[in-house]
């Protein structure tokens, strides 16, 4: 069965830290993994990727992907309260290219001033 | 990206009764899915939207219970059916791009009494 861990489940710091947020997967049939920040109902798009080793940078956000041994890290710099939300990550994995995506639990990450 | 509205954006409701849930973008697009995601849970999704033709609906998701239209390439609804308290959900629908990169609506959020 495919499936997205992500970890920790729940992060606690505090301005200006540096943390890094963990997802691996287990999938059929890897396509893309998707890193998504929801604070209230809506997930936001922060990065996608395909490739091995590429970093993807986004201001105070970088992430990467390692398919040799199924995981992703999302890294945020220096962080603020505004960053204070629940990171998703997400596998579309699907075979026939349905685009269907797994989700993991998510991290909930709390910033305190 | 396209820009994706969804009303309402919440709704409390009475059980026994059906809500529908509009979902437009601004641009066309190939695939629409339709996800819940149920209180301290991550998403799931329910089905793909297919312009004109039935939604495809994955395990645990029936038709009657969740009917779906899709008219043209733009709009889709999702109806919640006989609605219960399990029923209390955020429900949002989501874009799949050109890119791959999947995009999501602000959301419904439903409550059933």
């Known amino acids: 069965e495919d499936k997205v861990v992500q970890s920790p489940l729940s992060l606690v710091v505090h301005e200006g830290d540096t943390v890094t947020l963990n997802c691996s997967y287990e999938?059929?049939?890897?396509?893309?993994l998707l890193w998504y920040k929801q604070e209230k109902k809506a997930p936001t798009f922060l990065f996608m990727l395909?490739?091995?080793?590429i970093e993807k940078k986004s201001g105070r956000l970088s992430s990467i992907l390692d398919k040799k041994e199924l995981f992703s890290i999302l890294n945020i710099t220096a962080t603020q309260t505004g960053d204070s939300a629940i990171y998703l990550c997400?596998?579309?994995?699907?075979?026939?290219?349905?685009?269907?995506?797994?989700f993991g639990q998510g991290t909930t990450l709390q910033v305190k001033p | 990206s396209a820009v994706i509205s969804q009303k309402p954006s919440r709704d409390i409701c009475q059980r026994g009764t059906s809500l529908t849930i509009q979902c437009q973008v601004d641009?066309?697009?190939?695939?629409m899915f339709w996800y819940r995601q149920q209180p301290g849970q991550s998403l799931t999704l329910i089905a793909t939207?297919?312009?004109?033709?039935?939604?495809?609906?994955e395990s645990g998701f029936v038709i009657d219970k969740f009917p779906i239209s899709r008219p043209n390439l733009t709009f889709s609804t999702l109806t919640v059916s006989n609605m219960s308290p399990e029923d209390s959900s955020i429900y949002l629908c989501?874009?799949?791009?050109?890119?791959?990169?999947?995009?999501f609506g602000p959301g419904t959020r439903l409550t059933v009494t």
């Open positions: 997400a596998v579309d994995g699907s075979s026939g290219n349905t685009g269907k995506l797994i």
């Open positions: 999938v059929t049939n890897f396509r893309s």
């Open positions: 395909t490739s091995s080793g």
């Open positions: 641009s066309q697009v190939t695939m």
């Open positions: 939207a297919n312009q004109g033709s039935e939604a495809t609906y």
């Open positions: 989501s874009i799949r791009q050109a890119s791959y990169e999947q995009y």
